[in-house]
């Protein structure tokens, strides 16, 4: 069974449509009874996840996490607090990605990640701004 949930807003961000137009997707519900708790098998995925070889993609999880936090830190010392969050965001993501390269550099989706939201994301939502000056 498929219920139908609306959407007030355009097909893109910031796209805004008449009170009295209304977008609608639908999406298939699981029944309660298939699946009644979710969060066990998300959890679970979690723990396989990083308990499993993702250290072999990723890197050391303690040394990233010690990584991310530096930078994270210095950025939080020259952040721009007029920036617009979702272009910080999008910055701080790509921190995330920077860091993980030291911990193995040959892993190339951190660069692939960090320049799709450094340059993809963070440089398009900076030109929608600049649009509206």
């Avoid at 499993?52 to 993609?57: A, S, T, W």
């Avoid at 990723?58 to 830190?73: F, P």
């Avoid at 617009?84 to 911990?103: E, G, H, Y």
């Avoid at 193995?104 to 320049?115: C, K």
Wanted: charged share 25%; glycine share 10%.
């Amino acid at each position: 069974m498929a219920d139908v949930i609306g959407f007030p807003h355009g097909p893109r961000p910031g796209d805004y449509l008449p009170c009295d137009t209304e977008l609608s997707v639908e999406v298939e519900l699981e029944p309660a009874h298939v699946n009644p708790l979710p969060r066990e098998a998300i959890m679970k995925e979690g723990i396989n996840l990083i308990a499993g070889d993702r250290h072999i993609q990723h890197g050391d999880a303690h040394l990233n996490l010690t990584n991310i936090g530096i930078l994270q830190d210095a950025f939080t010392r020259i952040e721009n607090m007029d920036c617009p969050i979702k272009i910080r965001a999008a910055m701080r993501m790509t921190l995330v990605k920077i860091a993980r390269t030291q911990s193995n550099w040959t892993n190339l989706d951190n660069y692939v990640d960090g320049g799709s939201y450094l340059g993809g994301l963070a440089g398009e939502f900076a030109f929608l701004e600049s649009e509206k000056v």
